[in-house]
T-cell receptor, first 112, second 116 residues
């Protein structure tokens, strides 16, 4: 069963604009991670945010977590054509589970 | 270079044939996973293994089998019992750090299987 669901399913923006994608989940989590997948490739880990954190930054990435709303957002600032990819959130349920549950992903297209 | 390799990148088989997908890692990770990805879909867990000689079914294990005889290797066999085997298959591994509960997954490049 899919715990995390990303929104929107697809996002198309111009280079230089910011891209925001959201992830909602259903049960209590230990941490939430965002991954990126280029077309036809494996996933690459981007950033992890723990359940007791509210915001985290890594380069042009900003992730927020609202456990009361069971949601997270990934912001990519000053997007580049090379950011074109699918982005997935993965949640790890609290209780020590090391099995992630992935959402369906947001497909981001950045036009040069 | 440390990482996960999957081979082959593309695989074509006739219906009714079993096929084995390779996954090897040199990251010294205990846990390994197999996922299936269909177009426009997320990842669905097929099997996972926490340790050598042990593995567990994921959400969609029917029609698949695995083995974990070595820490580095976790091959997946797609059997003829799998009704719709054409998909993109991803292997991943992670360390198990029980104290921190942080399990970043490292993915291989994937194998695209087409069964006709």
């Amino acid at each position: 069963s899919q715990q995390g669901e990303e929104d929107p399913q697809a996002l198309s923006i111009q280079e230089g604009e910011n891209a925001t994608m959201n992830c909602s989940y259903k049960t209590s989590i230990n941490n939430l991670q965002w991954y990126r997948q280029n077309s036809g490739r494996g996933l690459v880990h981007l950033i992890l945010i723990r359940s007791n954190e509210r915001e985290k930054h890594s380069g042009r990435l900003r992730v927020t977590l609202d456990t009361s709303k069971k949601s997270s957002s990934l912001l990519i600032t000053a997007s580049r054509a090379a950011d074109t990819a699918s982005y997935f959130c993965a949640t790890y349920r609290s209780g020590g589970s090391y099995i992630p549950t992935f959402g369906r992903g947001t497909s981001l297209i950045v036009h040069p | 270079d440390g990482g996960i390799t999957q081979s082959p990148k593309y695989l074509f088989r006739k219906e009714g044939q079993n096929v084995t997908l390779s996954c090897e890692q040199n990251l010294n990770h205990d846990a390994m996973y197999w996922y299936r990805q269909d177009p426009g879909q997320g990842l669905r867990l097929i099997y996972y293994s926490q340790i050598v000689n042990d593995f567990q079914k994921g959400d969609i294990a029917e029609g698949y089998s695995v083995s974990r005889e070595k820490k580095e290797s976790f091959p997946l066999t797609v059997t003829s019992a799998q009704k719709n085997p054409t998909a993109f298959y991803l292997c991943a591994s992670s360390t198990r750090t029980g104290l921190s509960n942080l399990y970043e997954q490292y993915f291989g490049p994937g194998t695209r299987l087409t069964v006709t």
